[in-house]
């Protein structure tokens, strides 16, 4: 094969960065490294600037991503949202400060340097001090209206601080970045990981899926966090601020949260002794950091070097690099998960990687191991950033072996030698065992965890035991077990024996969501178990619901509960064996608390609310939650039954039904007023 020419690979590259460019911004996925992107529109620029006959105005390197998606509200931004120009080198810093410079003819400027944090950009708009909205940057021009999951973020205020000397404009587009912490990032990952779902690949995905969430009761249950450091547009004109710094001042004052490293530097040598305290700093930080951004202090000065099409001329990204080694991948094992999701691992020659030394990296899947021919033997990279999970990036072809094969994902679960199989649309092979025991083990030790019906003496050690006699096949053994038999593992006194008994006794009435977490749907985790509690209030109720019970009402307090999510749903009860452990858990006895019953209020009993728009406030959750506390069933739909809607800001066709049939409309300050 001939090598391309430059029109093929300026075509291929530019393929190639809009797939990579969908997956990060849309589908809050990637498949490469930012450094191996960043390489793919560093050579796409060259050849451009090389040959200037092929460059055209809607190259990548012209434009902004977009990170728009289906089902938000479109929102203009007053100014618009650039990105930034990045480099990995301190010489290019260097030309970048010489160029300012020259163009502005001194050699005294002062720069700031602070740190990138690695989020999803957000512009928050105060009108007169108060929040009215949050909107993605989208294409830059405009970007998804968020604000009702920007209303979870707790630090985020809705009125901005007024003190002494510091103006409040009539109008402010703050700008800074959503982001979810490392340890945030870890506890969703292990309850994913309890429901056999592909663990998020790092703490910048899961924030940006999170903020892209439809419901913001689910974003409520992820902690998000935000910091400001920019500015858009400002009203009146006369409050611009003279420097960056200022700027800071002001952000810190009217009680925005923001960074709070921040150096200020007067040449190149400063800025790059900076950026080396930074990255020496950068994991103690409380937000994730993959670089610094290095702008001119003086606004006015920015003002005049300006922008280009995508960036500004006066700022400049500086990106650490990820921590990368080879090593050798002696082997690749599989994992049964509880779901049957067979898992493929490296098992690596243990290696330094950022701080911990790494023996074993996710493959993710099958698919992805062929796609990127890894192969037993191979010599391979891994990139470990901060905590996140290790990854295989690639193998290193100079170092393959002669006698090295493709690697033969198993066609049997490893486990229970089962054949495996792929779903349609699904990316994970699974065992589709619902017997085999590693699946039994796993589902039931789920089903006891904290998190589900909180069995105590119900352990790891104990799940494997009771697995390993036989005694449980399915989780409704559970409810069946003999007291002689558990006396006979002779390891236990009669005491604990009994103790374990009394516990899964008392789990019989447990909370409902309990149940239905502990269940194992997949895509169905602790918020979406709630939820589901809440609008079917028992579990049969639950195994009867048709999809459009699910999915039926785009404003009800399920609509978290996507097409995906309603598929998985009623493809789980589809099995029979699935219904049939809920007839066999309920003829055990259980007989879940419903919903609202614990709260034990009466003061709205017998009346129903609906929940529409975005209250001030409160999530949907915790508004709902307060009704139930009260004795009130909330719903999805407005009925000449419906008692009350709750109505918020941007409230859709559920207000004007309920104006048609006459029901009573109040505001979230009467709904606390009734409560009272
Ligand atoms: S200033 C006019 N400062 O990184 C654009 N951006 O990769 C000025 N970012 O688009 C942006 N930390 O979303 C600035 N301290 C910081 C930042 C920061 C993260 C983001 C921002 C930008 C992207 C470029």
Redesign the pocket.
Known sequence: MSAPTPEERIAELRASIARHDDLYHRQAESEISDQEYDALKRELADLEAANPLLAMMDSPTQR?GDDRNEGFQSYTHRER????D?TYSGDEMREFTARLERELERDNLTYVV??????L?VSVTYEKGHLVRAVT?GNGIEGDDITANARTIRDLPRELKASGDVPVPDVIEV?G?IFMTNEEFQRINAEREELGLEPYKNPRNLAAGTVKQLDSSIVAQRKLEIVL??RGYIEPVESLPETQQQFFGWVKAWGLPT?ENQWSATSADEVLAAIAELDALRHSLAYPTDGA?V?LDSIALQRTVG?TSK??RW?M?YKFEAERAETLLKNITIQVGRTGVLTPVAELEPVRLAGTTVSRATLHNRDEIARKDIRIGDTVLVEKAGEIIPAVLRVNLDKRKPEGVPYTFPTACPECESEAVQLEGEVAVRCPNSECPVQVRRRVIHFASRACLDIEGLGVAMVNQLVDQGWVKRIPDLYHLDRDNLLSLGKSVEKSTDNLLAAIEASKTAELWRFVHGLGIPHVGAAASKDLARVFGGLRDLVDATMDDYIKDKESVISGIGATMAEAITGFFAETHNAQMVDDLLAAGVAPEAPGAEGGGTKFLGMTFVLTGTLPSLTRNEAAEMIEAAGGKVSGSVSKKTTYVIAGESAGSKLAKAEKLGVAVIDEAKLRELLT
């Open positions: 902004v949202m650039m990105s930034l990045n602070e740190p990138k944090i690695d989020g950009a940057r700008r970045e450091y920019g960074v951004v702008k922008a960036a500004p700022a990204a």
